[in-house]
Structures are given as C-alpha cells and as structure tokens.
C-alpha cells in the first residue's frame, strides 16, 4: 500500500505524467527526425511516456514515481548479461557492504542455477554454517515467499537485516530425495577475512582466499609476512598452496595486486570493450615481488572472475600450477555509474583477457592436474548441481579464443571443507580434502623437481 495521501491532487498528478508524456515523445520525435528512423534506438521511448502517463492517470492505486522510474530502468538492464542490474538505493548500498566485507546476514553466498536460488559458499563460522547448510542446497523459500526465480536483490534485501532478527529457510538438497529442511536463523554481522592462512610442518604455507573485497592483497601480505617470520629459524617458507575454491571473485583492482605479488614483469590482464577495442591493461612490476618459491593453486567450479584473474595469469607466466577442476568462467568487467539519490547501474563493459590473450568468459580455465573431490556425497551433488558462467540465462559469448599479441597490448561449488578455527592435525585435514592433499603432494614434486635442478 502507498503511504501517500489518497487526496494527492490527482489532477496535477495527471497533468504531470501528461507532460512527462509529451516531453518523451518530443524527444522521441526529435531524435528519430535527427537520426532517421531506423537508425535511431530511440524511436520507442514514445511508448514508454505514454505506459508511464497512462500509469499515472488511471492506475486504481496511488503510485510512487520513484519505484515506477526504478522498476523501467531494471526492466531495461535486465535485459542483458545477468552480471549487469539496475541498483536501488538500499541495493546500492548492499553492493557497498560487500565491497567492505561486512553486513547484516545468515553467511552464504548465493546464485541461480536452473531457476533455482543455489548456495554457492556458506561463510565458516556464520548462522548458516553452524545450521548445516552446505554451498549447492536450493533455498526454497525465504520467510514463507516463495524463492523459485526471485531476482537476486530481492534475495539480498530478504536474507539481510539487522543483527539478531530472525529468519526462516526453507532448504532442499540435491541427491537426497524428497529431502528438505526449515532452518529457523538469527542475522549476525558477518565480517568476512578475505584471506586465512596455515603454516603446515614441511614449512609450506597454506592461503585460503575466500573473495578479492577490498585490502584482500593487504591480508595476504600480512599472512606471508607472519609465516615468513614464523619459519625464519627454520629456513623459511619452502613453497605456497594458494586455495581459490569457491572464490566468487570481486573486484579488479584487488585480482590485479595479488597477481603482481608472485609476478615480476609481463601482463597480468587485459580489457577489451565493444567491437574489442582495448580498454586497459595490467602489468605486472619487479618492485615488492615474493621469492620464487615453488607455488600451487587451488581451483574448482566456483572460482570466478578475479579469482580467475589471478590463476590466470599466474599460469601463463608459469608461476604456478593449477590443480582441480574447470573454473566458472565469468570473464567479463562490470563497471558501477553512480546516479542522483543513491541508485546505481553495474553494467558489463568489457570482457577480460588473460596474459596470453585467451577469454575465459563462458569457458573457464582448466586446470594443469584435474582433481575431483572425492567425497561420496559432494561428488554426486557437484555433478547434479555445478552452476558456471555458460548455464546462466543470457551469459556472454567468450569473444573467441583467438590469441592476440601481448605486444600490443597498452585496466553471485562443492561442499565447504576447509581448515576451521580449530585446525585439525594435517593428516585429518587431508583426509577430509582429497583435492588439498592432491595439491599438496603436487607442491612437494615441484620442490623436489627444483631441488634436484639445482
């Protein structure tokens, strides 16, 4: 119901959508005349004043014009890729908390997969991960309301709120028939660590690295730099296994960074916007560079975007060998364009490159040693359920594979079993980490392979 008076002079209301009207189709005609019909993208938006001022004048309720304008533009965005949205305000201001790494909410990340809202990574330690959720379970229903193809802000504005308000789920797994839970949660700030580190007892560091959020690199600094410490009177850090599973990515400038920490020169990535005009490159420079230590990186169905970034490039150049299995593919380069009032539109305007010139958008990367993760349960539920870039609705083409010369170049999973706070003994942690052990054992032939170069 609008809160607005029912005696909101209905005849000025009218009057003004009537302008609105005009003004739209003078414009219209005024750009088609100038353009010449069929050349002009703007030849309909007569239509759209006359729904609008028809709205305005009949509709049998009083309407807010602000949700009329926000409900045509997201309309008009959600036409595209479904990486580009029109944002409202408090949308907005959702994306922001992200970027920060905190918010009010249960701890999941969350997408669509067949129509279905699928948990992609469910954050440790948060309400969903004590309830038993696991990434690759379908929400049902949010409070009572249906799920089944809700837009994704719709899903942020309900699963957020204040911390300690409740909320109640509705949860059905994949490969357990017929199967489905009512979790009854409190909201919590969650406050997401971008990065967790281990040092492990041959001296190998183990980083985890959850989502590129802003100062991401700055925490991995801090974690090689304690490790190093730690390991000074033992010789030092030995090699890196760099966990990126289920990183759902982030932003650009935080993937180019952590690139640049283990690069000393070349390309990092590179953009490319309509008709493949190049929009920016990322170089790597030898300032800060870490020791070449022999350096492994984690990968599965959920790696995406600047976390593809990063095992791109650090593949390319040959700093690192991936182990897992193919990558998202979410190649492409949303840029934000802040509006008068708070509201905002993300909207997809480049695809990214890898150093050598090969788009993931839609493909993915594939690892150098592919490696399920053998755990019965989450082996089954990642074949039913594995959710990547090219089986969403209305995805990007790749842009090719085609190299291109570097010289000419010019800037929303399988289940979560990771080291919890209480770090279990190596050999447990393995046990339940078939493809970190895989990792592990492939770390160690690298450093044996380099010890005997020498």
Do not use: C
Not at 37 to 52: C, E, T, Y
Not at 178 to 204: F, T
């Amino acid at each position: 119901m609008s809160s607005r008076p029912s005696e909101r002079r209905p005849v000025a209301r009218w009057a003004l959508a009537l302008g609105s009207a005009l003004f739209g189709a003078l414009l219209a005609s005024t750009l088609v005349h100038a353009l010449g019909r069929d050349a002009s993208p703007f030849r309909n938006l007569g239509i759209f004043a006359r729904v609008l001022a028809h709205v305005e004048s009949s509709y049998v309720e009083d309407t807010d014009q602000d949700a009329l304008i926000y409900g045509a533009a997201k309309g008009l965005v959600d036409t595209l890729d479904p990486h580009s949205a029109f944002l409202t305000p408090e949308e907005y201001r959702q994306l922001a908390d992200d970027t920060e790494g905190r918010f009010g909410g249960i701890g999941v990340e969350i997408d669509f997969h067949e129509g279905w809202l699928t948990v992609v990574s469910v954050f440790e330690g948060g309400p969903a991960h004590r309830a038993g959720v696991r990434s690759g379970d379908r929400i049902v229903a949010i409070d009572e309301a249906d799920a089944y193809e809700m837009r994704l802000p719709e899903v942020a504005r309900r699963l957020r709120g204040e911390p300690g308000t409740r909320i109640r789920l509705r949860i059905a797994r994949r490969g357990e028939k017929e199967r489905s839970m009512l979790l009854d949660l409190r909201r919590e700030l969650i406050r997401v660590h971008a990065v967790q580190g281990r040092v492990l007892p041959d001296r190998n560091l183990y980083v985890r690295v959850k989502a590129f959020q802003e100062n991401a690199t700055q925490e991995l600094r801090y974690v090689l730099d304690s490790a190093l410490a730690k390991t000074a009177a033992r010789g030092g850090l030995r090699g890196l296994l760099l966990d990126l599973r289920d990183n759902g990515g982030g932003l650009l400038e935080e993937a180019v960074l952590m690139s640049d920490e283990f690069l000393d020169k070349g390309v990092i990535v590179s953009t490319r916007g309509k008709d493949r005009k190049l929009l920016s490159v990322a170089r790597a420079s030898a300032r800060g560079t870490r020791p070449r230590w022999p350096m492994v990186v984690l990968v599965n169905e959920y790696t995406a975007s600047a976390a593809e970034i990063v095992a791109g490039a650090l593949r390319d150049h040959k700093r690192a060998v991936l182990v897992g299995t193919r990558t998202f593919g979410k190649g492409s380069v949303q840029n934000v364009i802040e509006f008068e009032g708070g509201a905002a539109l993300k909207l997809t305007i480049a695809r990214y490159f890898t150093p050598s010139g090969r788009s993931i958008q839609a493909q993915g990367i594939q690892p150098d040693v592919r490696v399920e993760q053998l755990d019965p349960g989450a082996m089954a539920k990642t074949k039913e359920t594995s959710l990547r870039e090219d089986a969403l609705e209305g995805h990007l083409q790749g842009g090719g594979r085609k190299e291109m010369p570097n010289a000419e170049l010019p800037r929303e999973r399988s289940e979560v079993r990771r080291t919890p706070a209480a770090s279990p003994s190596e050999e447990e942690w393995f046990a339940r980490d078939f493809q970190a052990r895989i990792a592990h054992q492939t770390l160690k032939a690298l450093q044996t392979n380099a010890e005997g170069g020498k």
